[in-house]
């Protein structure tokens, strides 16, 4: 959003205006029954403990001015979301990834269906005939089910994070093994199903890629841990049960922001 969305006081909130409306306009296309958002905590989770380099690739909230800081616009994304009596957990040193991952689970216990709004591919692994991931870019959106991903990734949802321990991720700093993209980290899973598999059978590879994955293998099975989302968080599951209604679904991000005094 452009930097002119300031407040009377000359704070910036283009960042969490943009959020707002973005939260608002998915729950008017996709209609859930509940929402709740997520949040990444500011403070290392404990996958930085296990790849040093884990993220390092990110902005860090004291390392730059607080007006261009990423976070000093959350207490306006807090209180919006607060007005809108829509539900949002962040935990300390706990992802947002962990927190979706185990919300989904408890849900689809329960017998619901889950949609995540997320443009975080990782959430692939999770995929399953009760779980899609709705990924949105300008104008464009896909809903990941089972099929898609397979289309998409030539893989299982079930794969996806031993395809990415081999690929690694740019995005979250994660080197996989250099040589290894996306077709051959697929073709290997296909014949040999999942990582293990594919280490107890290098002496069916050919020598360059039999070198290259025991090269690596430490890296790759640390990057599996890492990947990995987690579902099986203590959470709060009463926030699962859906209200009467949505009374914010029509609603726009600048009549949340004009009613709790942040825009005219």
């Not at 841990?225 to 049960?241: A, G, M, Q, V, Y």
Request: charged content about 25%; proline content about 5%.
């Amino acid at each position: 959003m452009p930097r002119t969305f300031i407040t009377s006081e000359g704070q910036l909130v283009h960042g969490a205006y943009g959020f707002i409306a973005s939260v608002l306009k998915h729950i008017r296309q996709l209609r859930p029954a509940q929402a709740i958002v997520c949040f990444d905590s500011q403070t290392q989770s404990d996958r930085s403990d296990i790849v040093a380099t884990y993220k390092s690739n990110r902005v860090k909230a004291f390392e730059i001015d607080s007006v261009d800081n990423p976070f000093s616009q959350m207490k306006f994304v807090r209180a919006s979301l607060d007005h809108l009596r829509l539900p949002w957990i962040e935990k300390p040193s706990v992802e947002a990834d962990d927190l979706i991952g185990s919300y989904a689970s408890v849900a689809v216990k329960r017998g619901m269906s889950v949609i995540i709004a997320s443009c975080d591919q990782d959430f692939m692994q999770l995929v399953t005939e009760d779980i899609s991931v709705f990924i949105k870019w300008g104008d464009r959106e896909t809903t990941y089910t089972p099929e898609k991903v397979k289309e998409k990734f030539d893989i299982a949802p079930s794969q996806f994070v031993d395809f990415r321990a081999l690929t690694g991720d740019t995005s979250d700093n994660i080197n996989g093994v250099p040589g290894i993209g996306p077709k051959t980290a697929a073709s290997l899973l296909r014949c040999y199903t999942n990582l293990e598999n594919i280490y107890q059978n290098l002496g069916n590879l050919k020598p360059a890629l039999l070198k290259k994955l025991e090269d690596y293998r430490h890296t790759v099975f640390l990057n599996k841990r890492i990947i990995e989302i987690h579902t099986d968080l203590l959470i709060d599951d009463s926030l699962i049960t859906p209200p009467a209604k949505f009374p914010y679904a029509e609603m726009s991000a600048k009549q949340v922001f004009a009613n709790i005094g942040l825009l005219a």
